[in-house]
């Protein structure tokens, strides 16, 4: 048997760029621009480290008592340490595809939506989406309209967590969103064209989370994009009767 950690020893910085630059490649041939592959590959590594930050932090909490206070106390100054260290890895490789925190209200704060900002919050709303409705009927080119007003009201630091944001919204409104799409979704007695529309759509769910947390800056991304203010008082009026 191996020891502990001798197979991550293979995985030098050399390998694991080569395995990067063979993605980018792969990716470039299925038609995605090498900066938007750079972009992904970036997400994932400063993702994998945040989440390993996170669980790192919660079991080097747990320590041992039986061995008395200097050897807790040890352990406790360690693993802080050890994690620490690991959420300055994770800021930095966030920063690497991000840039720096900009301070509130700063031009910086929302800069105009990118692709790949718009693609992962498809991909987003089109895994949630099914757990409610069967069919989505509104235009692509319309659901992308949408999506950018929704986007637009978040930082670009915001936005890598997106899917996890609407994933959380989703989970502590369930019943309340099961009861809107049954009486005013797709295979109830009110049609795809009109107020309702949103929740014939996948977009549906980010518009509904941006209403509940961030209304006025919705609105104001709203109205920039010229979308149908009829949409946006539909979707309050049959959130407010699933209640």
Same mark, same amino acid.
């Given at each position: /048997?191996?020891?502990?950690?001798?197979?991550?020893?293979q995985?030098?910085?050399?390998?694991?760029?080569?395995?990067?630059?063979?993605?980018?490649?792969?990716?470039?041939?299925?038609?995605?621009?090498?900066?938007?592959?750079?972009?992904? =590959?970036?997400?994932?590594? @400063?993702?994998?480290?945040?989440?390993?930050?996170?669980?790192?932090?919660?079991?080097? %909490?747990?320590?041992?008592? &039986?061995?008395?206070?200097?050897?807790?106390?040890?352990?406790?100054?360690?693993?802080?340490?050890?994690?620490?260290?690991?959420?300055?890895?994770?800021?930095?490789?966030?920063?690497?595809?991000?840039?720096?925190?900009p301070? %509130?209200?700063?031009?910086?704060?929302?800069?105009?939506?990118?692709? /790949?900002?718009?693609?992962?919050?498809?991909?987003?709303?089109?895994?949630?989406?099914?757990?409610?409705?069967?069919?989505?009927?509104?235009?692509?080119?319309v659901? &992308?309209?949408?999506?950018?007003?929704?986007?637009?009201? /978040?930082?670009?630091?915001?936005?890598?967590?997106?899917?996890?944001?609407?994933?959380?919204?989703?989970? @502590?409104?369930?019943?309340?969103?099961?009861?809107?799409y049954?009486?005013?979704?797709?295979?109830?007695?009110?049609? =795809?064209?009109?107020?309702?529309?949103?929740?014939?759509?996948?977009?549906? =769910?980010?518009?509904?989370?941006?209403?509940?947390?961030?209304?006025?800056?919705?609105?104001?991304?709203?109205?920039?994009?010229?979308?149908?203010?009829?949409?946006?008082?539909?979707?309050?009026?049959?959130w407010?009767?699933?209640?």
């Amino acid at each position: /048997m191996n020891p502990a950690g001798e197979g991550l020893r293979q995985l030098d910085a050399v390998s694991v760029q080569n395995a990067k630059a063979t993605l980018v490649h792969l990716l470039g041939r299925a038609g995605v621009h090498p900066h938007h592959a750079e972009e992904l =590959i970036g997400l994932v590594q @400063a993702g994998t480290l945040a989440v390993a930050h996170t669980e790192l932090r919660a079991s080097g %909490e747990n320590a041992p008592t &039986e061995k008395g206070e200097p050897y807790t106390s040890g352990w406790l100054d360690g693993a802080h340490a050890v994690t620490d260290e690991l959420a300055g890895l994770a800021e930095r490789a966030l920063r690497d595809v991000v840039g720096a925190d900009p301070s %509130e209200g700063s031009p910086e704060a929302r800069r105009p939506v990118g692709r /790949m900002e718009l693609e992962r919050a498809k991909v987003a709303v089109g895994t949630l989406y099914p757990s409610f409705a069967e069919v989505s009927d509104l235009d692509p080119e319309v659901s &992308e309209q949408v999506l950018t007003a929704v986007l637009g009201t /978040m930082s670009t630091r915001e936005r890598t967590g997106y899917a996890g944001r609407l994933t959380r919204f989703a989970s @502590a409104h369930r019943a309340r969103l099961e009861r809107l799409y049954a009486e005013y979704g797709p295979g109830s007695a009110i049609a =795809i064209h009109g107020r309702y529309s949103l929740l014939h759509s996948p977009t549906g =769910i980010a518009v509904l989370e941006r209403l509940v947390t961030e209304p006025s800056a919705l609105r104001e991304e709203w109205d920039a994009a010229e979308l149908p203010p009829a949409w946006l008082e539909g979707l309050t009026t049959a959130w407010d009767s699933a209640a």
